[in-house]
């Protein structure tokens, strides 16, 4: 097995010396190069497993360098080194494909992690194989695919954006599991569920006795996801207060719990998303410009389902494939009208709702086939007929209070959950005779039940 090289510009002899012999003591051996015109000859003439190249250079720009690598050999992770708080600097070098950046003066133990992951994001194939749960043949997707390859080998932060449903973190898991991180914590917070009173502690981590109810130790999300990568969902819920401590852990990449003495270093890469739109948010002033800008070095769409109409019917197929492993039954077939009529609705729930709408089109269908009618796609026909009585009731008073409800799948729910009640209740709970009766198998409604938190065991 061949020696691990790395080339190393800058024209600054100690500096020079110092990542030598840090490189040297990982056996890693270096080449130097003390501008970008004798760097540009040396990387033409030879691969190495990494670079790093200083942003002031003689000559230039190590900008020009990490623009030269992408072009010349992208397979080559390239880290700039800058001024300590040069922010700018070192997210413009992302911007153009640098693998991570490190600021003067060069924190040792930075380093060395810097280079293992880049070493390893050196030694990933080109195409990746991994599967990405992206369920999809059009063009947008393999497209999306081919960014989430290229955005998995570097370390810089992506702000992913996208409708609600559209799968924003399929993406970011993906993003992680094709890159050199891969064995490492994946961590999804939705930014928005975690109470304001508790944000910082579970971001940070706190220390005993640091205030009433800590009782001991915790690590926060950052310190869990050590060394793989903290997904931000919903990241435009941070209240203000807590979006300037996110920051300052992004740019220090430290963290201080609360009740601690010191900062802790932390190695974490930061992937972020919301449904909504940010940049409006940055205007609103709901949402801090600088954090915006350090989390949207790259900006990653996912597209909507009305936007990959052909994915469709592979979607529905793999979907309902899941369902009936769940429900240990058959795949039902489904009509060509009825997928017909899913090509033709406009999804504003994205892949959830067609998710949700299928699930709920498998579990109450009487064939072994989904037709158009079981779709409920209109979400105004409510099927009462061959229903006990109570249960049409239920229907009815529930279509009534439809608009109570900013979400059609919620109301939906609290209608299927009142019919099963219904009958539950009319048969005393005997749920083989409450299946006959609803026209439903045995293990539908025991499916049913569960989700709806009616399942007693």
């Not at 749960?133 to 997707?141: A, C, D, R, V």
């Amino acid at each position: 097995m061949s020696q691990l090289s790395a080339l190393i510009i800058d024209d600054e002899p100690d500096i020079c010396e110092l990542l030598d012999m840090t490189l040297s003591r990982m056996d890693i051996k270096c080449s130097i190069a003390h501008d970008v015109k004798s760097a540009k000859l040396l990387l033409e003439r030879k691969p190495f497993n990494v670079c790093l190249t200083d942003m002031r250079l003689p000559d230039g720009e190590g900008l020009e360098i990490v623009q030269f690598i992408q072009k010349a050999c992208p397979q080559t992770p390239v880290a700039v080194i800058t001024a300590h708080g040069n922010m700018d600097t070192a997210i413009e070098s992302l911007k153009a494909g640098a693998f991570d950046f490190l600021s003067k003066p060069v924190d040792l133990s930075h380093l060395r992690t810097l280079i293992t992951g880049a070493i390893a994001s050196s030694q990933l194939p080109t195409q990746h194989n991994a599967p990405t749960q992206l369920i999809g043949e059009s063009p947008i997707i393999q497209q999306l695919e081919k960014s989430i390859t290229k955005l998995s080998r570097s370390l810089a932060p992506v702000y992913i954006s996208g409708e609600s449903g559209s799968g924003k973190e399929l993406v970011a898991r993906a993003i992680h599991g094709q890159g050199p991180r891969a064995n490492a914590p994946f961590l999804a917070v939705n930014c928005g569920a975690i109470p304001r009173e508790l944000m910082e502690s579970e971001f940070f981590g706190h220390k005993k006795g640091a205030f009433t109810g800590a009782h001991q130790d915790k690590d926060g999300l950052f310190k869990a996801a050590n060394g793989g990568t903290l997904f931000l969902d919903e990241v435009a819920d941070l209240p203000l207060d807590m979006q300037v401590k996110l920051l300052r852990a992004i740019q220090e990449k430290a963290v201080r719990a609360i009740g601690a003495s010191s900062e802790e270093i932390i190695d974490v890469r930061i992937l972020s998303a919301t449904h909504k739109d940010l940049e409006a948010a940055v205007a609103a002033s709901s949402f801090r410009q600088d954090l915006f800008y350090r989390l949207n070095v790259i900006q990653l769409n996912v597209p909507a389902l009305r936007e990959r109409k052909d994915d469709i019917a592979l979607l529905t197929t793999h979907l309902l494939k899941k369902l009936a492993r769940n429900m240990q039954l058959e795949a039902p077939h489904i009509s060509k009208s009825a997928l017909n009529e899913l090509e033709r609705y406009s999804f504003p729930g994205n892949v959830r709702e067609l998710e949700n709408i299928l699930e709920r089109a498998f579990t109450l269908c009487e064939s072994d086939t989904i037709t158009e009618y079981d779709l409920q796609l209109n979400h105004k026909a409510i099927l009462t007929e061959n229903l006990p009585a109570t249960s049409q009731q239920a229907s009815t008073n529930h279509y009534e209070r439809a608009l109570e409800y900013p979400n059609i799948d919620d109301y939906l729910a609290e209608i299927e959950k009142n019919i099963i009640l219904g009958s539950l209740e009319k048969v005393r709970w005997n749920k083989t005779t409450a299946a006959k009766e609803l026209g439903v198998t045995f293990r539908s409604l025991r499916y049913r039940m569960q989700k709806l938190g009616l399942e007693d065991d």
